[in-house]
């Protein structure tokens, strides 16, 4: 897609002769003998310069290549990324026919938990890991998810500067892909990062007494990203804002209503993760949730826009038929300069006018809607509960569950907004960041440097407010914000029922067990739960 990208835009930069394509200039169609052919319209082939012309136009331009040189040496690291990628995909695929036997053709037949099974019955035969005899469950998520259970941790625990003020709009969040990775690069797999390798975190990086100096490292290297972010901005903006057209211009023209479709936010993707959960079991989840999510959402409604909606889509709508009357009468009214675009125009502003009418319906209750999405996503703040209908709530939910055109701004703006983010928000965070690095990690034999809050232990992070009250040692500082440590090790659980946890965590599933079997013995009949819900409701009335 790149190489596609950056040759076709060249080509309609630099090949295209746009006077003669738009009629601006007419055509020489006189030829040396015999009689000029009858062309009265203007082929494609009329406005695309002769190859000879079209490479001196490129070398006449300075700036084009540049931009090319530029597109060059981001292809070829890309071109290599690929080809290591490729590399370790095979070793990969070897493993898995030799090793675990699972065939190339048959592994979409398999379940993750299988191949896990299959993994952990060879180390107990081959000992692969030299260093402990058996591999749990536990001990293979640490070793995919070591930087994911780092960066779900910061973001849980706010150390992340992704929320913002901004006059006019109030609190926002801002995390988008570009800043991502800056932040990987930052903090796990680049030059001068806290990590080492990909298992070990820098031995300075566990002293106390080398912290403030780290700090100041890490705030000078943060500073020189933001710097070369910026020095990159302008063909970094060029290529979003190419890739974007690309992407969306035909889906918008085809159907205009996609933009005002939601989808999870990467910081909500972030927030609403579990400690060891793997990619496809948090798709799984958020996809799940999705219907809820946005019914919940369009629940809400402006009766001022649904008005101004509908006499748009009147007006709009009356001219566009009378529009393709004319057209079905007689074909020549196509030929009026701009009809087209015209008539083009006027059914996208028609498609967007319907999407903002809500359904007449639809029934008005946030409250369960939203407890709909909590079964699936299982986040939530405590001030949402009772407060669904308020519009502060939906507000915040609107940053896990953003609008398609919302996130389609956000990466258009993310090169000029990452460096700024990284030269003065970030290095005030450095020393917080040591520190956490350094409290929060232990080293597990076999696996290497882990977040401790990945290890699911209620005692050194558990939160009192949830049913680990009087098991956990945790300071607030310890502490797992929203009971994501007790989530995560139910969601862990159930996930791998043949994990067996350490005793506390253990003490604490039995005592979760055990509550859910009084809830469900004190709980009233199906027939009870049936009348008193709303489709009981409306059977019964």
């Known amino acids: ?128 890991c030299v260093h402990k005899r058996e591999l749990t469950e536990l001990d293979i998520y640490h070793r995919i998810l070591r930087f994911k259970n780092y960066t779900v941790a910061m973001v849980n625990k706010s150390l992340l500067p992704v929320r913002f003020h901004v006059p006019l709009l109030g609190p ?24 080492q390798n990909k298992w070990s975190l820098r031995p300075q990086c566990k002293r106390a007494g080398a912290r403030r100096e ?34 969306y211009a035909e889906v918008i023209k085809r159907e205009p209503g996609s933009l005002g479709a939601r989808r999870w936010s990467l910081y909500g993707r972030h927030y609403l993760r579990h400690f060891n959960e793997l990619n496809h079991e948090l798709q799984a989840r958020l996809s799940r949730g999705y219907k809820p999510a946005t019914k919940y959402m369009n629940s809400f409604t ?14 709009a709508g009356s001219i566009l038929a009378v529009l393709i009357v004319l057209t079905v ?30 359904d007449e319906h639809t029934v008005w209750c946030p409250e369960q809607l939203l407890q709909r999405v909590l079964a699936h996503v299982h986040y939530m703040p405590d001030h949402w509960q009772g407060n669904a209908s308020r519009s502060e709530t939906r507000g915040e939910m609107a940053q896990l569950f953003q609008y398609k055109a919302v996130f389609i701004l956000e990466e258009l703006l993310s090169p000029i907004l990452t460096p700024l983010i990284l030269i003065f928000a970030l290095p005030a965070r450095a020393l917080d960041i040591v520190d956490f690095f350094r409290n929060f990690t232990v080293e597990v034999v076999g696996v290497g440097d882990i977040c401790s809050f990945a290890q699911l232990d209620v005692r050194n992070h558990g ?47 039995s005592h979760l067990k055990e509550k859910v079997q009084q809830d469900a013995a004190a709980a009233p009949p199906a027939q009870c739960i049936l009348a008193e819900g709303p489709l009981g409701a409306s059977l019964f009335s």
């Open 329 to 358: 009468y007689d074909e020549d009214v196509l030929t009026v300069q701009h009809i087209l675009t015209a008539i083009t125009l006027l059914g996208l502003v028609v498609t967007l006018a319907r999407s903002f009418i809500p």
């Open 172 to 195: 926002i969040v801002f995390l988008t892909q570009g800043l991502k990775y800056n932040l990987e690069l930052l903090l796990f797999w680049g030059p001068g990062s806290l990590f």
């Open 1 to 128: 897609q790149f190489l596609f990208v950056v040759t076709f835009t060249t080509f309609l930069l630099c090949c295209v002769e746009y006077d003669v394509l738009f009629a601006n200039r007419p055509l020489n169609h006189s030829h040396t003998g015999g009689a000029a052919p009858n062309r009265s319209k203007v082929t494609l082939p009329d406005a695309i310069l002769p190859a000879p012309q079209c490479a001196q136009r490129i070398r006449a331009r300075g700036w084009v290549i540049f931009l090319l040189v530029m597109a060059a040496v981001f292809w070829l690291y890309r071109l290599v990324k690929v080809l290591c990628s490729l590399l370790s995909y095979w070793e990969i695929r070897a493993f898995y026919i030799k090793a675990l036997n699972i065939p190339s053709e048959g592994l979409c037949n398999y379940s993750w938990q299988e191949v896990q099974a299959r993994l952990i019955s060879l180390q107990r035969r081959q000992q692969m």
């Open 214 to 247: 780290l700090a100041r490292r890490l705030a000078r290297t943060m500073v020189l990203l933001g710097l070369a972010n910026l020095l990159l901005c302008p063909c970094v903006l060029v290529w979003q804002l190419l890739y974007a057209f690309f992407s």
């Open 463 to 509: 939160n009192p407010q949830w049913l680990s009250a009087g098991q956990t040692e945790a300071s607030v500082y310890q502490q797992a914000e929203n009971g994501k440590t007790e989530l995560s090790l139910m969601h862990f659980a159930i996930t791998n029922p043949r994990w067996q946890p350490p005793p506390p965590s253990e003490l604490f599933l």
């Open 302 to 315: 402006s009766p001022l826009l649904t008005v101004l909606a509908k006499n748009v889509g009147f007006f």
